[in-house]
């Protein structure tokens, strides 16, 4: 498999949703590596009343107007830890929520982003980690998997732009989230 580049990052937040369906998310911790497939995402914007960076930059969202290719881990309901991919060019409040993913060598229940995080132990530590570097506790590298069907829906879980049709995953997955 092949590291995703920073490039790969900087593009259109939505584009990059669609496009890390496949990709192996990398997870070290205590010497052990987790991996899983990355099988539902949902893409977020400054311009989107629904994303943390709408009202501007403040300490919880700073870390999305980096550049592209950092993690974004927030806490939410005083109780769960969300990831999300910072993406688009530095200054651009940008990011895609990892809804869920495939575990490979593991076993279990990471159908939605706050068992996601909690079977992989992702909390606030994680928030700016690099995912462009394997010297990173948490990074995402290219599938081998291609030949799926992505299904496009609008996300799911919010209250702002619930029409927005920006929420991807991969056809007939068990994994996807409810």
């Known amino acids: 498999m092949v ?27 205590e010497g052990k590596i987790y991996k899983s497939i990355i099988v539902e995402t949902e893409a977020y914007t400054q311009e989107d009343a629904a994303c943390h960076a709408y009202r501007g ?49 593991y076993e279990a229940k990471t159908n939605g982003p706050a068992r996601l995080c909690k079977a992989l132990n992702i909390t606030k530590e994680l928030n700016g980690a690099d995912l462009t570097s394997k010297a990173s506790p948490v990074w995402i590298e290219k599938g081998e998997k291609t030949d799926f069907e992505i299904v496009t829906t609008p996300r799911i879980g919010i209250k702002q732009n619930v029409d927005y049709p920006w929420r991807f995953y991969i056809k007939d997955n068990k994994w996807v989230s409810a």
């Open 3 to 29: 590291l995703l580049s920073k490039s790969f990052y900087l593009k259109d937040t939505v584009e990059v949703a669609q496009k890390l369906l496949g990709c192996v998310l990398f997870r070290e911790l």
């Open 57 to 105: 930059i403040t300490p919880r969202c700073e870390v999305m107007y980096g550049e592209g290719g950092a993690a974004y881990v927030y806490f939410i309901y005083g109780m769960h830890y969300c990831v999300n991919v910072v993406t688009e060019k530095k200054g651009r409040g940008c990011a895609v929520l990892i809804r869920a993913v495939e575990p490979l060598n």
